[in-house]
């Protein structure tokens, strides 16, 4: 027997509840749509590589369709990974990571490792008001 409960107040120390809105609707979308926390916690040892190569082929599909519906994004660089770049003097460090042998005085020169990412346009759905924020996925039982 199931009974009726109520979601547990969530409590992140040092966090403010209306901070975790974004990253829980984030959440929500990610395991509605493309099923990644599942896929996360499940173990996965004991299936041999061919099928956990199919598994992750429709898991990578559903999660591009997570992205593509709700986050448009934009590199932060704009060039082909490996090709040299220079990062000037006023560079935003939370934009650009420098790596490797960081030594001298900007600008610096090296070579491209990720062009990194920032949100060009989101458009997140609400999620239901009170405690129902802090639900991933609901339990779904299926009812004979």
Same mark, same amino acid.
């Given at each position: ?6 979601? *547990? !107040? ?6 403010? /509840?209306?901070?975790?809105? @974004? /990253? ?22 004991? &299936? *041999?590589?061919?099928?956990?190569? @199919? ?8 999660? !591009?369709?997570?992205?593509?519906? &709700? ?12 090709? *040299? ?8 460090? @939370? ?29 997140? *759905? ?19």
């Amino acid at each position: 027997m199931i009974n009726r409960q109520r979601s *547990p !107040r969530l409590q992140l120390k040092g966090w403010p /509840p209306n901070r975790l809105i @974004a /990253p829980c609707r984030c959440f929500t979308l990610l395991q509605r749509d493309g099923r990644l926390i599942d896929f996360l916690t499940e173990d996965v040892t004991p &299936y *041999p590589d061919a099928q956990l190569g @199919a598994a992750v082929r429709s898991v990578h599909e559903s999660l !591009r369709q997570v992205l593509d519906r &709700y986050l448009q994004l934009e590199p932060i660089i704009d060039s082909e990974e490996g090709q *040299p770049v220079t990062v000037q003097r006023d560079f935003d460090p @939370a934009s650009i990571k420098l790596v490797g042998n960081v030594t001298g005085q900007l600008p610096l020169r090296g070579s491209l490792r990720h062009r990194g990412w920032r949100v060009k346009r989101l458009n997140l *759905p609400s999620l239901p008001e009170g405690a129902g924020r802090s639900v991933i996925a609901p339990a779904e039982v299926e009812v004979t």
